[in-house]
């Protein structure tokens, strides 16, 4: 059974940092690959942050996170982060990560239909 537990939301003013953890069981995280998405109220889920680690390592954002967030993974704790500095009131979503059984295609990386593992989401606030 696969789990992925997010963790490190929370209440930030606008300029503020955090960092949110995604804990991975019952999945091979050596699948490669890993997402963010985040959820505003009466909005579609977007993509927010990918990795690829299977080799060549790459990533990708969203431009509207671009130079803000950061995602990164540690294979020995079968966790993925997402680091996000500068935070915006308009960043203030619940947010989940993503694992997938065959990794997207890159350009797909934001297509939450790529994926099917979801966690159950860490709320962030960003107050002006």
């Known amino acids: 059974q696969v789990q992925l537990v997010e963790s490190g939301g929370g209440s930030v003013q606008a300029g503020g940092s955090l960092r949110l953890s995604c804990a991975a069981s019952g999945y091979t995280f050596s699948r490669g690959c890993m997402g963010w998405f985040r959820q505003a109220p009466g909005k579609e889920r977007e993509g927010v942050a990918y990795v690829d680690y299977r080799g060549v390592y790459r990533t990708a954002y969203a431009d509207s996170v671009k130079g803000r967030f950061t995602i990164s993974q540690d294979n020995a704790k079968n966790t993925v982060y997402l680091q996000m500095n500068s935070l915006k009131p308009e960043d203030t979503a619940m947010y989940y990560c993503?694992?997938?059984?065959?990794?997207?295609?890159?350009?797909?990386?934001?297509?939450?239909?790529?994926?099917?593992?979801w966690g159950q989401g860490t709320q962030v606030t960003v107050s002006s």
């Open positions: 993503a694992g997938a059984a065959d990794c997207p295609y890159y350009r797909w990386w934001d297509a939450p239909t790529s994926y099917q593992y």
